[in-house]
């Protein structure tokens, strides 16, 4: 190592070796950092846009099951004849708002088959119906609505275990 003039401005104190700021063999191929840079630089900008793609169409597929679970609740408590009528609406109006939202935010084909998501709109209807049927402060649904809602419930649950199986 020769001293040059650079290498005695760094020195603060004499005898005490001070670390280099660049690698020579950097200062000789500056094209070669840039390329490596650049390319970094790329592979890091493709992971920061491929990631919130996959997580978001993860986030969505989850929040499609948990609106199935929460709808395949609503089912068994309007069945059951003594929901009380105030927080079923509101959980109907959950369920409604929750699914617009997912529609919204995502775009439909990469969320889920078409199919699917007419049938948790049809689902979010029958709901709806579902909460304007009371009695007292109770849920009573007439028959046809709850042969329609069970319908559509097995519908859905049919629907998901196809697409957790994997097949279109």
């Known amino acids: 190592m020769g001293d040059t003039a650079r290498d005695t ?13 660049c690698d020579p063999a950097w ?10 840079l650049a390319a970094a630089a790329l592979l890091l900008l493709a992971l920061a846009v491929s990631a919130p793609a996959q997580e978001a169409e993860q986030v969505a597929g989850e929040q499609l099951r948990d609106l199935n679970r929460l709808s395949s609740d609503l089912v068994a408590r309007a069945r059951s004849g003594s929901a009380p009528a105030t927080p079923f609406r509101i959980d109907a109006t959950v369920y409604r708002e929750a699914l617009r939202q997912v529609m919204l935010l ?8 078409q199919a699917l998501l007419i049938d948790m709109v049809r ?28 319908s559509q419930q097995g519908r859905l649950d049919a629907a998901f275990a196809t697409l957790a199986a994997g097949a279109p």
């Open 9 to 21: 401005q760094v020195r603060a104190r004499p005898g005490v070796e001070s670390p280099r700021v």
């Open 27 to 36: 200062r000789c191929l500056p094209i070669t950092r840039f390329v490596t």
């Open 106 to 113: 995502q775009p439909p084909p990469t969320v889920a088959p």
């Open 123 to 150: 689902m979010a209807a029958l709901l709806n119906a579902a909460a304007e049927c009371k009695t007292g402060r109770y849920i009573t649904c007439p028959a046809d609505l709850m042969t329609s809602l069970e």
